[in-house]
């Protein structure tokens, strides 16, 4: 057990290190609130069709599954240090 935990903290301490690199080079959105009051108008042009594939999406999509792993590893290592 305790060489599951000692793993399972290390994997934790990688991943919250990745989670803030990924936060902190990450573009700024300028939409904010009042651009889902006003509406945006550049919803039917190529780059927000296809913004997924692009570095900007990639760092997006990792940066969502690297915070939910971590809020899982957050909840087993709790439960695990509990016990």
Not at 20 to 42: C, F, H, R
Not at 54 to 77: D, M, N, P, Y
């Amino acid at each position: 057990m305790v060489i599951a935990r000692t793993i399972l903290t290390v994997i934790y301490f990688i991943v919250s290190l990745a989670v803030i690199i990924l936060a902190l080079i990450q573009a700024k959105e300028d939409g904010g609130a009042s651009a889902t009051i006003v509406g945006s108008s550049s919803t039917n042009n190529f780059f927000e069709k296809n913004k997924g594939k692009t570095k900007e999406g990639k760092q997006k999509r990792w940066t969502i599954i690297l915070s939910i792993i971590f809020a899982i590893l957050t909840l087993v290592l709790g439960i695990l240090y509990m016990a």
